[in-house]
């Protein structure tokens, strides 16, 4: 059974970073290129980064170049994204997410707020 668990979302002030995690089960982890999306309310879901199987190759939305970094652990499991300078724009539910035996799978999201 293919799992999705996304964490590490909270409020934080402009300036500020968090760190996402995302923990994922069921299938052959190491095999599949990963991203990340977001959604604004009102907006349409938005993938703002993505990284390879073995991690060497990364993407960025041009919204999020020079502040996010993505990365895996293939040991883990585990993908993450580390965001950093947060703007209030960046408000939004963030999803981690992967193609996998023809389908796209998602996580439940974890809530970012970026407020003063």
């Known amino acids: 059974q293919v799992q999705v668990v996304e964490s590490g979302g909270g409020l934080v002030q402009p300036g500020g970073s968090l760190n996402l995690s995302c923990s994922m089960s069921?299938?052959?982890?190491?095999?599949?290129?990963m991203s990340w999306y977001r959604q604004a309310p009102g907006n349409e879901r938005e993938r703002i980064a993505r990284?390879?199987?073995?991690?060497?190759?990364?993407e960025y939305a041009d919204s999020v170049k020079g502040r996010f970094t993505i990365s895996r652990d293939n040991a883990k499991n585990a993908v993450y994204l580390q965001m950093n300078n947060l703007d209030t724009e960046d408000t939004a539910i963030y999803y981690c997410?992967?193609?996998?035996?023809?389908?796209?799978?998602w996580g439940q999201g974890t809530q970012v707020t970026v407020s003063s």
């Open positions: 997410s992967a193609f996998v035996d023809q389908r796209r799978i």
């Open positions: 069921g299938f052959k982890f190491e095999i599949y290129p």
């Open positions: 990284i390879g199987d073995s991690g060497a190759a990364t």
